[in-house]
């Protein structure tokens, strides 16, 4: 099993930055495909980003391709997500996630998950 805690949410102004970092337990975090995913008030949970087990290959959601960035640090245990020209759209509850095998955008997919960090991008 690996446990999940995420870090680095907060309010920030539109145009601005942020980095979301989620540190995994356990001493298997590199065979573990992770993701992170983002719920708005209101909205179904919508998927972000994702990175394979090496870091190798990277996916991500048409909305925030080229102003975020996930990346993983295996020796830290540890996948970040870099958030560039945040947009008020961008608000939500961003959750990381691991599965076994290979990456996917379907957060039915996750075996684990954290409880979240809140992103706030004020306009």
């Known amino acids: 099993q690996v446990q999940l805690v995420e870090s680095g949410g907060g309010l920030v102004q539109a145009g601005g930055s942020l980095r979301l970092s989620c540190a995994a337990s356990?001493?298997?975090?590199?065979?573990?495909?992770m993701g992170w995913f983002r719920q708005a008030p209101g909205k179904e949970r919508e998927f972000v980003a994702a990175?394979?087990?090496?870091?190798?290959?990277?996916y991500y959601a048409a909305s925030v391709k080229g102003r975020f960035t996930i990346s993983r640090d295996n020796a830290k245990n540890t996948v970040y997500l870099q958030m560039n020209s945040l947009k008020p759209e961008d608000t939500a509850v961003y959750s990381c996630?691991?599965?076994?095998?290979?990456?996917?955008?379907?957060?039915?997919?996750?075996?684990?998950w954290g409880r979240g960090t809140q992103v706030t991008v004020s306009s």
């Open positions: 990175i394979t087990r090496s870091g190798g290959f990277t």
């Open positions: 996630a691991a599965k076994t095998g290979s990456s996917s955008r379907d957060y039915d997919d996750y075996n684990y």
């Open positions: 356990g001493r298997t975090f590199s065979s573990y495909t």
